[in-house]
């Protein structure tokens, strides 16, 4: 957003203060980031809320390496939205629940890990997108009794809304339907339904630019590679179903993004193709700096991959790696945050196979 302000030189003529030359200058304010979704993006909402440990990580060693306390980020440091933030010389994005009204300006994270794009997905332990959505209206008030109806329908229209949710609503599906999870296009579609009504919602509060990341390849996380060797189900390689759902949303989400654009004056929209970064870095962990892609840092059993880091979940034993920055993921089922960094720079810098249209440094800047 660039605010117009004008830097006046005055002489002084019998008292009278007589500007003599005045700039116009531009001083940049970065657009404000808010951000919804899941675990790949909760700071620490969970904290807050009634649920249990499985959907939480505000105990140790999470947050170890970067914050050095538990924040309740699924991962050893900062998330992909930290370093949005930095690179866009925003502060960290505070959670909703942890918003002082100063901080509201530069955007809010309403992200819960174990969410979902419906509401059924993990209910009751979690803050679904639609109530995300609500929070977000609460803040909009908030904002403007803050800064005013026209500063705050500025901010809004100039911010960065940033979005990962779905991969638990495949999940879910597969959880319901372990023995036949034949992809049911009308669940698809149902999620993409919930999807584009939150994005709506946004829409009708004033948002107009929309970062969305796709699905990672899901069969191929720890959690679930581990999953299914111990059912006897494969050998530990991923599963194709769960990645192939990944896909299926995968191509949907651009259809439905560019169906908005048509239907939205001024809707904008950018994909980050989290698949192709997670995938790529999984089959070549030298090429992003790692040595181990297949086995995480802090888990259980095969690859790590039971979801017990920190102890506090139904198992209590767990192994802790030596050299966290050796490895793609820290957790079963969440990148670490060398992963995250590297992640960030591809969404920030990318070019167009891995984010397009824009990448970040120029969809914050594009006007709306
Ligand atoms: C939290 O959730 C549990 C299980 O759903 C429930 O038994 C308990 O009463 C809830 N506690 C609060 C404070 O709402
Ligand atoms: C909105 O904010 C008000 C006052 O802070 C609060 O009472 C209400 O519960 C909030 N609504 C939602 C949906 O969070
Ligand atoms: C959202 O999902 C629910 C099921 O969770 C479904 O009944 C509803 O129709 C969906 N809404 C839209 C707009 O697709
Ligand atoms: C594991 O299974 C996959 C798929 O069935 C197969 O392609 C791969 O060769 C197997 N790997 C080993 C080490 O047996
Ligand atoms: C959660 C979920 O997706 N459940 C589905 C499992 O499969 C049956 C039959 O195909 C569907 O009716 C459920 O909706």
């Not at 979005?163 to 638990?168: D, I, K, L, R």
């Not at 006897?232 to 949303?249: D, H, I, R, Y």
């Not at 820290?330 to 992640?343: G, I, L, V």
Request: overall charge positive; glycine content about 8%.
């Amino acid at each position: 957003m660039a605010l117009i302000s004008s830097l006046c030189i005055f002489v002084l003529v019998a008292h009278l203060a007589t500007p003599i030359l005045c700039i116009r200058s531009h001083i940049h304010q970065a657009p404000a980031l808010f951000v919804f979704g899941d675990s790949i993006f909760d700071p620490g909402n969970n904290n807050y809320i009634n649920t249990t440990a499985t959907f939480q990580a505000n105990y140790f060693p999470y947050g170890e390496s970067f914050f050095k306390y538990p924040t309740g980020r699924n991962s050893n440091g900062r998330l992909i939205p930290d370093f949005i933030a930095e690179y866009a010389n925003l502060p960290f994005i505070p959670s909703y629940f942890e918003i002082e009204k100063k901080h509201l300006v530069h955007g809010v994270n309403f992200a819960s890990g174990g969410s979902g794009c419906l509401a059924e997905t993990s209910r009751g332990s979690v803050i679904d997108l639609k109530t995300q959505l609500k929070n977000f209206e609460n803040v909009t008030q908030l904002l403007k009794k803050k800064v005013g109806k026209t500063e705050s329908h500025k901010i809004l229209a100039n911010a960065v809304y940033f979005f990962s949710s779905g991969s638990n609503d495949v999940f879910a599906h597969l959880a319901a339907n372990s023995t036949s999870p034949s992809f049911d296009q009308e669940y698809l579609q149902i999620i993409m339904g919930n999807l584009t009504s939150v994005l709506k919602g946004i829409y009708k509060e004033g948002g107009r630019k929309f970062v969305m990341l796709n699905l990672a390849p899901l069969g191929c996380l720890p959690s679930v590679r581990a999953f299914n060797l111990q059912k006897g189900v494969t050998n530990g390689s991923c599963m194709e179903k769960a990645t192939n759902l990944a896909k299926m949303f995968n191509s949907a989400l651009p259809k439905m993004v560019k169906q908005l654009e048509k239907q939205l004056p001024g809707f904008k929209y950018t994909i980050f193709n989290f698949f192709k970064v997670v995938a790529d870095s999984f089959n070549n962990p030298t090429k992003y700096g790692f040595k181990i892609s297949k086995t995480a840092c802090c888990g259980t059993g095969p690859f790590r991959g039971i979801l017990s880091c920190g102890g506090k979940r139904q198992v209590k034993e767990y192994e802790l790696c030596n050299n966290v920055k050796d490895y793609l993921f820290f957790d079963s089922s969440h990148p670490s945050e060398q992963a995250y960094q590297k992640y960030s720079e591809l969404l920030w810098n990318g070019t167009p196979d891995v984010v397009a249209p824009y990448n970040l440094k120029s969809f914050f800047e594009l006007s709306t």
